[in-house]
C-alpha cells in the first residue's frame, strides 16, 4: 500500500470516526445524527456496504501500518 492510499484510508477514518462519535452525542441528545443512516436510510444494504468499506479501511491501515514499523 503506497502513501496516497494509507492517506486516503486515514481519512476515511477520521470521518468514520466523526459520524461515530455523532451517533453517540445523538444519543444523549434524543435524536438521530447518524449521517450514513440520514444519507442512505432509504437503501439499507447500501448503508451496510458503506460500513463494509469503512472497516475494510480500519484493517488495512492497521495491518499497512504494523508493516512499516
Do not use: H
Request: aromatic residues 14%; charged residues 5%; contains cysteine.
Amino acid at each position: 500500500m503506497g502513501s496516497a492510499e494509507l492517506k486516503w484510508g486515514v481519512w476515511t477514518l477520521v470521518v468514520a470516526g466523526v459520524v461515530w462519535g455523532l451517533v453517540g452525542l445523538g444519543y444523549f441528545l434524543n435524536t438521530n445524527l447518524n449521517v450514513v443512516n440520514l444519507i442512505f436510510g432509504s437503501w439499507p444494504v447500501v448503508e451496510n456496504i458503506v460500513y463494509i468499506i469503512v472497516g475494510v479501511c480500519a484493517l488495512s491501515v492497521a495491518y499497512f501500518t504494523m508493516q512499516k514499523k
